[in-house]
């Protein structure tokens, strides 16, 4: 939370239960009851304990992430979190009544009743309270997705020319190309199955702009495509890995953001090693996390931004598409391995 947002929650908070004690003030003023040092100090009892739980119970929600429930999920746990908040209210203003001796009525009600009264009057105020978090956030949350939708079409059609021509561009194109003429003579069959896989590609990448996501299978599919192209030129010097799990493999991903970076690998990576190297590609589920890995030999070069471009395209899509705590970095493991790794949280796949 940034500190105006603290800073303007305190000050609804304190000015809410303030006005409340106030009007409870007025209202025996206007009736011509008088005002006496009891009645001033059960106000300032419930001052306290509204305020006390309230925030309580706005920490719990955060915490336990209910705004971020679908309506129909969030209502039954508002509900029964209203309940026990007024249950525990009432048992810390009765308490506090009780021990103090606050009581200002003559007559002296026993501790259940005056729970019971306690808690139904707290309910009075804490149903209100919770209802105006509640769709304060839900409106905020609204907002705030569509304003992320925006971003994220108006990103789209940014990196619509750019994100093709970083995936399609000339050189790979005629590497393969080139790579598939050499093959005509010596392995038709092989240059048949290398015209599909350029195909695949090619088809794949035109489509990147019609979608949000993919399934990581549809993707890797495309990257399996790209990388025996490239082992036609690289043959001996590219080496391939894969550790899937069989479960991510229905997970949603960015289009062309996996193609990114094993391309990535490849260029800055195997590109530059005269022995080559090996790329492996690892997905998993980790701490609530798809989680995806992609290692290649190689060095960061003291910079991680050789294709800043993508790697940048590839942190915001990221967080756009699955929120802040969607993560991507790269990093060198050791001397000669380099890993890029993608966080994807789980409870926010659609």
């Known amino acids: 939370m940034s500190k105006n947002s603290a800073r303007y929650y305190w000050w609804c908070q ?19 009851q008088k005002v006496t040092n ?77 729970l019971l009264f306690a808690t139904l009057e707290n309910g009075f105020f804490i149903i209100p309270w919770t209802l105006i978090y509640y769709f ?55 240059a048949r199955t290398a015209i599909t896989e350029l195909s695949n590609i090619l088809r794949s990448s035109m489509q990147t702009e019609k979608q949000e996501t993919v399934s990581f299978e549809k993707e890797l599919n495309i990257v399996k495509d790209y990388l025996a192209l490239e082992h036609i030129r690289f043959e001996d010097r590219l080496q391939v890995e894969y550790e899937i799990d069989e479960n991510t493999l229905c997970q949603p991903i960015p289009p062309m953001m996996l193609q990114t970076l094993v391309e990535n690998a490849i260029k800055h990576g195997i590109n530059k090693q005269v022995n080559g190297g090996v790329v492996k590609i690892i997905s998993d589920f980790k701490d609530n996390y798809h989680e995806l890995v992609i290692r290649n030999t190689g060095h960061l070069n003291g910079s991680k ?39 994807i949280p789980m409870d926010l796949n659609k």
């Open 14 to 32: 304190i000015g809410g239960w303030t006005l409340l004690a106030l009007m409870f003030i007025l209202l025996e003023f206007i009736s011509d």
């Open 38 to 114: 009891k009645q001033i100090e059960q106000l300032g009892v419930m001052f306290f304990t509204g305020m006390l739980t309230t925030h309580l119970f706005r920490e719990f929600i955060r915490k336990s992430n209910w705004l971020m429930l679908p309506v129909e999920k969030a209502v039954p746990k508002f509900f029964l979190g209203i309940i026990i908040v007024c249950i525990v209210a009432g048992l810390i203003r009765v308490g506090i009544v009780i021990l103090f001796d606050l009581t200002s009525s003559r007559k002296k009600f026993d501790f259940p009743t005056r």
């Open 136 to 190: 304060y956030h839900y409106i905020e949350k609204s907002r705030k997705q569509q304003l992320d939708t925006l971003k994220l079409e108006s990103l789209v059609k940014e990196l619509e020319l750019k994100t093709i021509k970083s995936h399609i561009n000339p050189h790979f194109i005629f590497n393969s190309l080139n790579s598939i003429r050499a093959l005509i003579d010596e392995n038709p069959g092989r």
């Open 305 to 343: 931004n050789e294709d800043g471009f993508g790697l940048i395209s590839t942190r915001n899509r990221l967080q756009l598409l699955f929120g802040q705590r969607a993560n991507f970095e790269i990093k060198e493991l050791n001397d000669h391995t380099v890993e890029a790794t993608v966080l």
